[in-house]
């Protein structure tokens, strides 16, 4: 099983940045891709942002241009970069691992507030 540790949640303005990190058990430059996510109160969950194996990243439409999406293979770490926030931004954020095809692992998420 792999573990993932989501942490950097919090409270700010509107406008304001914040910075996400989800700390893995396992070798994350091994796994098939690694992604955030998030809930709003009463929706769906949604993605976010993702990054293969090799690097590449990709981004929900709502989110370029404001968002990163990086990691750090000797910590085995991801990241999420959020500048620019909204108050539309508050969700609970989850990091998932896909490890494999059918085989993902999610972390407990992070509350991240942003107050008009």
């Known amino acids: 099983q792999v573990q993932l540790i989501e942490s950097g949640g919090g409270l700010v303005q509107a406008g304001g940045s914040l910075r996400l990190s989800c700390a893995a058990s396992?070798?994350?430059?091994?796994?098939?891709?690694m992604g955030w996510y998030r809930q709003a109160p009463g929706k769906q969950r949604e993605w976010v942002a993702g990054?293969?194996?090799?690097?590449?990243?990709n981004y929900a439409d709502f989110v370029k241009g404001r968002f990163t999406i990086s990691r750090d293979v000797v910590k085995n770490t991801v990241y999420l970069q959020m500048s620019s926030l909204k108050p539309e931004d508050t969700a609970v954020y989850y990091c998932?691992?896909?490890?494999?095809?059918?085989?993902?692992?999610w972390g407990q998420g992070t509350q991240v507030t942003v107050s008009s």
């Open positions: 998932k691992a896909d490890i494999v095809t059918n085989i993902g692992y």
């Open positions: 990054i293969s194996r090799g690097g590449s990243t």
């Open positions: 396992g070798s994350i430059s091994r796994f098939n891709a």
